[in-house]
């Protein structure tokens, strides 16, 4: 195989590899962005600790269970752990 031909194989490869995390990138984030927001309502405009932004990623890879207990232990209500807990798989 020529060198050129394999390079623009390389390149076509990584352009779509690329291409395509970009696209699912942004929508995990708008996940735990949603989540972390829930929480910001209850807090009326303060910002969320890094322990909350943290148990809001947990809930983003599917375990219910350990967001809401991370939010509550960080001082959220249970209403609204449950609430952004639920959002942030989605």
Known sequence: ????????????GLTLALGGAGLIAPTAHA??????????????G?????????ACYVGLTGDHAQCVSGLTAGGVTNGTAVSACRVAPK
């Not at 303060?46 to 943290?54: C, L, T, V």
């Open 1 to 12: 195989m020529r060198a050129s031909t394999r390079f623009a194989g390389v390149l076509a």
């Open 31 to 44: 996940d735990v962005t949603a989540c972390i927001n829930e929480v910001e309502r209850e807090l009326q």
């Open 46 to 54: 303060g910002e969320a600790p890094d322990s909350i932004r943290m």
